[in-house]
T-cell receptor, first 112, second 115 residues
Framework: AQSVSQHNHHVILSEAASLELGCNYS??????LFWYVQYPGQHLQLLLK??????LVKGIKGFEAEFIKSKFSFNLRKPSVQWSDTAEYFC??????????FGTGTRLKVLA | EAGVAQSPRYKIIEKRQSVAFWCNPI?????LYWYQQILGQGPKLLIQ????????DSQLPKDRFSAERLKGVDSTLKIQPAKLEDSAVYLC?????????????FGSGTQLSVL
């Protein structure tokens, strides 16, 4: 069965530090990849997505992610985090065969 | 535009009782999803509707969970009888047509505590 792994469950960074959150999936076919974010007290919302073309995808608020097919990875990055980036981040994969599978999430805390 | 509406926001029940959650998706969205999110885990898909038909309910515990989407708009998810392990946030999401590259629009969820 398809699965999505997020290895970092809790991350604490100071403002201006760089961020990289890992995401690996297990499905070998064509996939659509997503990063969702949940800010405190808010609902889940899309940060960015990849479905074809340039493997480096840019999203809202300065986030980007790189799809590396050979590594089954879709890591999320941001060069310089802000206090307002404190949130929980979820990687998700939609292959059609296995509908929209989410990872376990990474809680990011940014210290001011 | 109005987002995905869910109610109630919180629910506390005792085990073996029944409970129902309601979802109103974004107007015009054909696809509706119910997810269960247990504390410390990611959302787990329970059921996906396309209009008023079920696309996928492979992970729905059908002995106790049921869901319907009458007229292809609102949806209700019911648990009867509830167990302690059903304590979770139940999320409703919708998307315009269910295409694989579409993003999901989520509601705020219903937090269920089973005592």
């Amino acid at each position: 069965a398809q699965s999505v792994s997020q290895h970092n469950h809790h991350v604490i960074l100071s403002e201006a530090a760089s961020l990289e959150l890992g995401c690996n999936y297990s499905y070998g076919g064509t996939v659509n990849l997503f990063w969702y974010v949940q800010y405190p007290g808010q609902h889940l919302q899309l940060l960015l997505k990849y479905f074809s073309g340039d493997p480096l995808v840019k999203g809202i608020k300065g986030f980007e992610a790189e799809f590396i097919k050979s590594k089954f990875s879709f890591n999320l990055r941001k060069p310089s985090v802000q206090w307002s980036d404190t949130a929980e981040y979820f990687c998700a994969v939609n292959s059609g065969t296995y509908k929209y599978i989410f990872g376990t999430g990474t809680r990011l805390k940014v210290l001011a | 535009e109005a987002g995905v509406a869910q109610s109630p926001r919180y629910k506390i029940i005792e085990k073996r009782q029944s409970v129902a959650f309601w979802c109103n998706p974004i107007s015009g969205h054909a696809t509706l999803y119910w997810y269960q999110q247990i504390l410390g885990q990611g959302p787990k898909l329970l059921i996906q509707f396309q209009n008023n038909g079920v696309v996928d309910d492979s992970q729905l515990p059908k002995d106790r969970f049921s869901a319907e989407r009458l007229k292809g708009v609102d949806s209700t998810l019911k648990i009867q009888p509830a167990k302690l392990e059903d304590s979770a946030v139940y999320l409703c999401a919708s998307s315009p047509s269910g295409q694989l590259d579409e993003k999901l629009f989520f509601g705020s969820g219903t937090q269920l505590s089973v005592l």
